[in-house]
């Protein structure tokens, strides 16, 4: 991990903190809390295009199939571009209830890019891809 800029790195760290810890607590609204109003959000199959569509399905989401499941989440890399953007890639998973390990098959790896703002990292995009290919 890239950690030649500690205070942002740290920064950046306890936004995704608070993104899995939103999860955690079925709370759409705290989910993007730290997105940008234009964020987009891609994965297989979707894409979300402000922060009000991505909290809308996340509300939907934790209504019903994301009903009390928490992630599983490891931080690989952090890679700064200039003073006010970031790239953070991580390997994540969803864990239903009952579930002490995320199948491989539904691991992703996930590539968030952030910008800083009036001193605040934000989520100005996120990006999902399956970690294992079936095949």
Do not use: C
């Not at 994301?66 to 490891?74: I, P, V, Y």
């Not at 700064?80 to 991580?90: K, M, N, P, T, Y």
């Not at 239903?96 to 990292?121: H, I, N, Q, S």
Request: proline share 3%.
């Amino acid at each position: 991990m890239t950690e030649t800029r500690e205070h942002d790195v740290a920064a950046i760290k306890s936004v995704l903190e608070r993104l899995y810890q939103a999860w955690a607590d079925g709370d759409a609204d705290a989910f993007v809390t730290d997105y940008t109003e234009d964020a987009t959000s891609i994965l297989p199959g979707s894409v979300r295009r402000s922060r009000e569509e991505v909290r809308g399905k996340m509300a939907e989401g934790f209504a019903s199939y994301l009903k009390g499941s928490t992630t599983a989440d490891r931080l690989e890399s952090i890679r700064f571009l200039g003073e006010s953007a970031a790239i953070a890639v991580s390997q994540t998973g969803v864990l239903f209830p009952g579930e002490t390990e995320v199948p491989a098959e539904r691991m992703v790896y996930a590539t968030w890019v952030l910008e800083k703002r009036d001193g605040a990292w934000l989520l100005a995009a996120y990006h999902n891809s399956p970690a294992v290919v079936a095949g």
